[in-house]
């Protein structure tokens, strides 16, 4: 046809139906059609829905209804439609006008939910909730219908301890994220909670009898088509062991099912599993049951290749029946989309909670917040999944046919494309291929297979024992292994583990192509021999968990990044051999190497700690710990590529421990307080009446990886008052407590190791005095008792976590009043000399090694140094005393008050820059922090030269001297 008699066609067909509508109504009816261009949204209706027109030719009265309620100027609400259909079923008492009634009441509501959508007036997704929601109304309503039905002639179900049991129907598929189309199936899986029988019945019979005359019941009210249709097609093949296994299942045989059965499809299938029906609080609890099968635990990257196997099988039915016209199923469709939303959500659902949504659209805008994809590309992907909804509900709503086909006749292309608002089939039918394009080369990169390195097949040959000792080794040193010998035992011996020999076969070709890519990545490293060697123990931990070996074998970045790193440090292996989970860090290396801004940190925090809930304390401890160790790690990498300095390494670190510390104060406070309510004279709104101080590399914000945390707690209540709480107790107790719990909590053993190692020897009178001191007990010690070494130790000390501002603002004065007291230069210069002395016995160095921390010309002199010019100085410059007290700022700061020359000041800096990078990098090897005795000589010598300008001693220089 061409295009005029086309258009010709549809209007004779449109005005025809308008014909025969305008002529059932009544006369004073048809005044309902005139207003506010209704007869043209009549008409547009008409045009592209037929299946509209045959409901308004059968039931005229529908439509006149709506006009005259103004129902169809406003969106379908969840609470009208329950009310409206119970209301309708209150008086029926036989199946037949139970269908009847169903059947009128869907129809009504598809007219008005069409009339919207065709007219525009409502969003897709508007008419994608409210198709939703009628159907879940539906499928409730029936099923209360039926329930009342049943325990008149059984009784009413109960289980074993005699709980009343109702049936649970959970939505899968587009009822279950909310999507449903115009023609929708409704996949559903019917269940119960626990087995038992009927009571009070004439005929009682057990649960699962009673339940599954229920399932079949329903199913036969929706789906049966009598001359008024149907309501829905009911599909249940998604339930355990499909149309082969029963009907309706109890919560614990769904369980046992999905933990010992079930298949990947089947997880992709409930991640849309929602309860639309019947007991929705059990059906909540049933799917938190069932979270641990589909969200996994770890990052779960075997997703991918069960998605290749499906997008094959999904290709190959394409070419065998010609589904290239399939908007739904064909390549670059709807499908497609659901599936790139879906594998992110069962690959990181389990770690991230915000991820286990139904709603896809939804699920699209925490991918982009999450950045698990970019902005630009979830956009899009949203834009696009609305397009061909739209799209789909058209080609249904024109007959009320289950179709995702695109017209290929040319009338139904124009009516379509006129229907989209587009003004010919041409443009519609090219954004239409430039939208499958995208989705197709997005899902494409998402699943295609990483790969194989072009050099790979010796390492093949080496790896599965193809080729002989001597040619292995031969291989091996070519390869650039200094050690080849050693390197080819070592693979030998994994080899030949007792690990791979009693492995699947699956997991067997798993590890194969895992050995052959680490093979060559240690190869590409410039120490193969030390990659190959700090790789292993990480290898050996995950060997039995191949999910780990699936996302590196799909991510070959993360596997290039993980080597390289162990091959530099011997603490990152170390660290994730114990804690394979971090593996998840190197899947994003723009992550890895830019940590977060240190600002971010407790935002990122809480957010981590939000996916808890109301996890146990247990569980919160070992999030922390995991983000300790995440974050050490990403600042650790970092610095040791050069994207950050060893002083930003060090505030970095130092932050990590400040929002960790926040965070288990939050646990130990909320603990003791529902224990024992508010210390006494204290209130809720009132700020917490303590303060947390960090001492040493914490304080002075120079924590390093393997740093322990000084910390001293004070408080400012009166010790003799008491609790607020059924169990009181004495306020020093209570803060004793609280106090105990903090530190019970950081150095917790947790599956991830402990927090930190804690320090408390530098509170007020150190191990034999209280664990936690009041304020004023704390100012009098200060004042009157306090050594010389805790006036040093008070130069760093800080306020690193509570929030009583008042007590803050004490502490500070009376750190300034102590350290600005009026020092003699001889005495102090013979203390600190003194102190130094007994410091040797600490000294590690021997004829070949030079302790780099207590040896003469090492950290301890600088240190003293700094902390003798601050307690001589402080009296006349007060600025000394304040925020930041690092030994680098210190330094700086002598030098702009000319309290030290510069040239001094620099000599020190640089030294003690240098001595702690090397200590640093010694600590990524787990190595003493000592050097070569030959190493280091001038600025030793620095040091020495100063120690002795400022303190009036006579250490001797090293050979050879300062020129």
């Given at each position: 046809m061409q295009n005029k008699q086309i258009l010709k066609h549809i209007k004779t067909q449109r005005d025809l139906f308008l014909k025969q509508f305008i002529s059932q109504i009544d006369t004073g009816d048809i005044c309902h059609l005139s207003g506010k261009g209704t007869f043209a949204k009549l008409t547009r209706l008409f045009s592209i829905s037929n299946?509209?027109?045959?409901?308004?030719?059968?039931?005229?009265?529908?439509?006149?209804?709506?006009?005259?309620?103004?129902?169809?100027?406003?969106?379908?609400?969840?609470?009208?439609?329950?009310?409206?259909?119970?209301?309708?079923?209150?008086?029926?008492?036989?199946?037949?006008?139970?269908?009847?009634?169903?059947?009128?009441?869907?129809?009504?509501?598809?007219?008005?939910?069409?009339?919207?959508?065709?007219?525009?007036?409502?969003?897709?997704?508007?008419?994608?909730?409210?198709?939703?929601?009628?159907?879940?109304?539906?499928?409730?309503?029936?099923?209360?219908?039926l329930y009342q039905h049943l325990t008149k002639k059984f009784g009413f179900p109960v289980s074993k301890n005699n709980i009343q049991q109702k049936m649970v129907v959970l939505g899968m598929g587009k009822l279950g994220g909310h999507e449903l189309n115009f023609s929708s199936d409704v996949d559903l899986i019917f269940c119960y909670p626990q087995t038992g029988k009927t009571q009070g019945g004439p005929a009682e019979t057990d649960n699962h009898h009673f339940f599954n005359q229920a399932g079949q019941s329903l199913i036969k009210i929706l789906n049966d088509v009598t001359k008024d249709g149907f309501v829905y097609r009911v599909d249940t093949r998604l339930r355990p062991y499909g149309n082969s296994g029963i009907l309706v299942w109890s919560f614990d045989a769904m369980e046992q099912y999905y933990q010992s059965q079930g298949r990947d499809w089947e997880r992709y299938a409930l991640v849309k599993a929602r309860p639309v029906a019947g007991d929705i609080s059990q059906g909540i609890q049933l799917l938190d049951r069932l979270k641990p099968f589909i969200y996994r635990r770890y990052l779960d990257f075997s997703t991918i290749e069960s998605l290749r196997n499906i997008k094959t099988l999904m290709r190959q039915k394409e070419l065998k029946k010609g589904m290239h016209n399939d908007i739904k199923r064909g390549s670059g469709g709807i499908r497609e989309i659901e599936f790139i939303a879906q594998s992110f959500q069962l690959i990181y659902g389990g770690k991230n909670k915000q991820l286990q949504k139904s709603s896809l659209l939804v699920t699209l805008h925490k991918l982009a917040q999450y950045k698990f994809l970019p902005q630009n590309d979830t956009?899009?992907?949203?834009?696009?999944?609305?397009?061909?909804?739209?799209?789909?509900?058209?080609?249904?709503?024109?007959?009320?046919?289950?179709?995702?086909?695109?017209?290929?006749?040319?009338?139904?292309?124009?009516?379509?494309?006129?229907?989209?608002?587009?003004?010919?089939?041409e443009q519609l039918i090219d954004t239409i291929n430039e939208y499958r394009f995208f989705v197709k080369k997005l899902f494409g990169s998402l699943i295609q297979t990483a790969d194989q390195d072009a050099n790979s097949e010796e390492w093949i040959l080496l790896w599965e024992n193809k080729m002989s000792g001597s040619e292995a080794i031969a291989l091996l040193t070519d390869k650039g292994f200094k050690q080849a010998e050693v390197a080819f035992e070592k693979i030998s011996l994994l080899r030949n583990s007792k690990i791979l020999k009693n492995v699947s076969r699956k997991s067997l070709e798993r590890i194969n192509r895992f050995m052959i890519k680490l093979l060559h990545e240690c190869h590409q490293q410039s120490s193969p021999d030390q990659a190959l060697q700090q790789s292993l123990p990480v290898v050996e931990k995950i060997l039995r968990r191949t999910a780990y070996l699936v996302l590196l074998i799909e991510r070959p970045p993360a596997l290039q990044?993980?080597?390289?790193?162990?091959?530099?440090?011997?603490?990152?292996?170390?660290?994730?051999?114990?804690?394979?989970?971090?593996?998840?860090?190197?899947?994003?290396?723009?992550?890895?190497?830019?940590?977060?801004?240190?600002?971010s940190l407790q935002e990122e925090l809480s957010k981590q700690l939000a996916h808890l809930g109301t996890a146990k304390i247990e569980e919160k401890l070992a999030s922390l710990c995991y983000f300790k160790i995440a974050h050490l790690l990403k600042c650790t990498v970092a610095q040791t590529n050069g994207y950050m300095t060893l002083t930003q390494t060090n505030h970095y670190?130092?932050?990590?421990?400040?929002?960790?510390?926040?965070?288990?104060?939050?646990?130990s406070w909320d603990l003791l307080v529902s224990r024992h309510g508010w210390p006494g004279k204290c209130k809720p709104q009132d700020d917490q009446p303590f303060i947390v101080l960090g001492y040493g590399k914490l304080g002075s914000m120079e924590i390093g990886p393997a740093s322990d945390l000084d910390l001293v707690f004070i408080h400012n209540t009166d010790i003799q008052d008491n609790s607020s709480g059924a169990v009181s107790i004495d306020n020093q107790t209570f803060f004793y407590r609280f106090a105990q719990k903090m530190i019970g909590c950081l150095f917790m053993q947790t599956p991830l190791g402990k927090l930190y190692e804690i320090d408390v020897r530098l509170r007020p009178s150190g191990n034999a005095g209280l664990l936690v001191s009041s304020f004023k007990a704390f100012t009098s010690y200060q004042k009157k008792e306090a050594w010389l070494w805790e006036c040093q130790a008070l130069i760093k000390a800080r306020?690193?976590?509570?929030?009583?501002?008042?007590?803050k603002t004490a502490f500070e004065k009376l750190r300034c009043d102590v350290l600005q007291q009026k020092r003699d230069t001889v005495p102090l210069q013979e203390a600190f000399k003194k102190m130094r002395n007994k410091m040797k016995v600490l000294d590690k160095s021997t004829k070949q090694i030079f302790d780099m921390k207590y040896a003469n010309g090492g950290i301890i002199n600088i240190e003293f140094i700094v902390q003798y010019l601050t307690l001589m100085h402080a009296n006349k410059h007060p600025s000394l005393v304040e925020q930041p007290t690092d030994n680098i700022s210190m330094l700086k700061k002598f030098t702009q008050k000319k309290l030290l020359d510069k040239k001094y000041s620099d000599f020190l800096q640089s030294g003690y820059l240098v001595f702690m990078q090397v200590c640093h990098n010694r600590a990524r090897q787990y190595q003493d922090n000592v050097a070569g005795q030959n190493l280091f000589i001038k600025e030793r010598n620095y040091v020495i030269s100063t120690w002795n300008y400022l303190l009036n001693d006579d250490l001797p220089l090293l050979t050879p001297s300062l020129p």
């Amino acid at each position: 046809m061409q295009n005029k008699q086309i258009l010709k066609h549809i209007k004779t067909q449109r005005d025809l139906f308008l014909k025969q509508f305008i002529s059932q109504i009544d006369t004073g009816d048809i005044c309902h059609l005139s207003g506010k261009g209704t007869f043209a949204k009549l008409t547009r209706l008409f045009s592209i829905s037929n299946y509209a027109a045959h409901i308004c030719l059968r039931w005229p009265f529908m439509l006149i209804d709506h006009l005259k309620q103004g129902l169809l100027d406003i969106p379908v609400a969840e609470n009208q439609l329950h009310n409206d259909l119970a209301t309708t079923l209150e008086s029926v008492n036989d199946k037949t006008t139970l269908m009847y009634k169903l059947r009128l009441f869907r129809h009504s509501n598809m007219l008005r939910i069409l009339w919207r959508d065709a007219n525009n007036i409502a969003d897709i997704e508007e008419t994608m909730k409210a198709l939703s929601l009628l159907a879940e109304c539906c499928i409730d309503k029936t099923l209360d219908w039926l329930y009342q039905h049943l325990t008149k002639k059984f009784g009413f179900p109960v289980s074993k301890n005699n709980i009343q049991q109702k049936m649970v129907v959970l939505g899968m598929g587009k009822l279950g994220g909310h999507e449903l189309n115009f023609s929708s199936d409704v996949d559903l899986i019917f269940c119960y909670p626990q087995t038992g029988k009927t009571q009070g019945g004439p005929a009682e019979t057990d649960n699962h009898h009673f339940f599954n005359q229920a399932g079949q019941s329903l199913i036969k009210i929706l789906n049966d088509v009598t001359k008024d249709g149907f309501v829905y097609r009911v599909d249940t093949r998604l339930r355990p062991y499909g149309n082969s296994g029963i009907l309706v299942w109890s919560f614990d045989a769904m369980e046992q099912y999905y933990q010992s059965q079930g298949r990947d499809w089947e997880r992709y299938a409930l991640v849309k599993a929602r309860p639309v029906a019947g007991d929705i609080s059990q059906g909540i609890q049933l799917l938190d049951r069932l979270k641990p099968f589909i969200y996994r635990r770890y990052l779960d990257f075997s997703t991918i290749e069960s998605l290749r196997n499906i997008k094959t099988l999904m290709r190959q039915k394409e070419l065998k029946k010609g589904m290239h016209n399939d908007i739904k199923r064909g390549s670059g469709g709807i499908r497609e989309i659901e599936f790139i939303a879906q594998s992110f959500q069962l690959i990181y659902g389990g770690k991230n909670k915000q991820l286990q949504k139904s709603s896809l659209l939804v699920t699209l805008h925490k991918l982009a917040q999450y950045k698990f994809l970019p902005q630009n590309d979830t956009d899009k992907l949203r834009k696009i999944y609305l397009f061909f909804r739209r799209i789909e509900h058209l080609i249904q709503a024109k007959d009320d046919q289950q179709t995702h086909l695109l017209p290929t006749d040319e009338w139904r292309q124009i009516i379509l494309a006129s229907g989209m608002n587009y003004p010919d089939k041409e443009q519609l039918i090219d954004t239409i291929n430039e939208y499958r394009f995208f989705v197709k080369k997005l899902f494409g990169s998402l699943i295609q297979t990483a790969d194989q390195d072009a050099n790979s097949e010796e390492w093949i040959l080496l790896w599965e024992n193809k080729m002989s000792g001597s040619e292995a080794i031969a291989l091996l040193t070519d390869k650039g292994f200094k050690q080849a010998e050693v390197a080819f035992e070592k693979i030998s011996l994994l080899r030949n583990s007792k690990i791979l020999k009693n492995v699947s076969r699956k997991s067997l070709e798993r590890i194969n192509r895992f050995m052959i890519k680490l093979l060559h990545e240690c190869h590409q490293q410039s120490s193969p021999d030390q990659a190959l060697q700090q790789s292993l123990p990480v290898v050996e931990k995950i060997l039995r968990r191949t999910a780990y070996l699936v996302l590196l074998i799909e991510r070959p970045p993360a596997l290039q990044h993980l080597v390289k790193l162990c091959s530099e440090s011997l603490w990152i292996t170390q660290k994730i051999a114990r804690n394979p989970v971090l593996i998840d860090e190197f899947l994003n290396p723009g992550d890895l190497y830019n940590p977060l801004p240190v600002d971010s940190l407790q935002e990122e925090l809480s957010k981590q700690l939000a996916h808890l809930g109301t996890a146990k304390i247990e569980e919160k401890l070992a999030s922390l710990c995991y983000f300790k160790i995440a974050h050490l790690l990403k600042c650790t990498v970092a610095q040791t590529n050069g994207y950050m300095t060893l002083t930003q390494t060090n505030h970095y670190m130092t932050s990590i421990a400040e929002v960790i510390i926040r965070e288990v104060i939050n646990i130990s406070w909320d603990l003791l307080v529902s224990r024992h309510g508010w210390p006494g004279k204290c209130k809720p709104q009132d700020d917490q009446p303590f303060i947390v101080l960090g001492y040493g590399k914490l304080g002075s914000m120079e924590i390093g990886p393997a740093s322990d945390l000084d910390l001293v707690f004070i408080h400012n209540t009166d010790i003799q008052d008491n609790s607020s709480g059924a169990v009181s107790i004495d306020n020093q107790t209570f803060f004793y407590r609280f106090a105990q719990k903090m530190i019970g909590c950081l150095f917790m053993q947790t599956p991830l190791g402990k927090l930190y190692e804690i320090d408390v020897r530098l509170r007020p009178s150190g191990n034999a005095g209280l664990l936690v001191s009041s304020f004023k007990a704390f100012t009098s010690y200060q004042k009157k008792e306090a050594w010389l070494w805790e006036c040093q130790a008070l130069i760093k000390a800080r306020v690193i976590a509570g929030k009583n501002e008042q007590l803050k603002t004490a502490f500070e004065k009376l750190r300034c009043d102590v350290l600005q007291q009026k020092r003699d230069t001889v005495p102090l210069q013979e203390a600190f000399k003194k102190m130094r002395n007994k410091m040797k016995v600490l000294d590690k160095s021997t004829k070949q090694i030079f302790d780099m921390k207590y040896a003469n010309g090492g950290i301890i002199n600088i240190e003293f140094i700094v902390q003798y010019l601050t307690l001589m100085h402080a009296n006349k410059h007060p600025s000394l005393v304040e925020q930041p007290t690092d030994n680098i700022s210190m330094l700086k700061k002598f030098t702009q008050k000319k309290l030290l020359d510069k040239k001094y000041s620099d000599f020190l800096q640089s030294g003690y820059l240098v001595f702690m990078q090397v200590c640093h990098n010694r600590a990524r090897q787990y190595q003493d922090n000592v050097a070569g005795q030959n190493l280091f000589i001038k600025e030793r010598n620095y040091v020495i030269s100063t120690w002795n300008y400022l303190l009036n001693d006579d250490l001797p220089l090293l050979t050879p001297s300062l020129p």
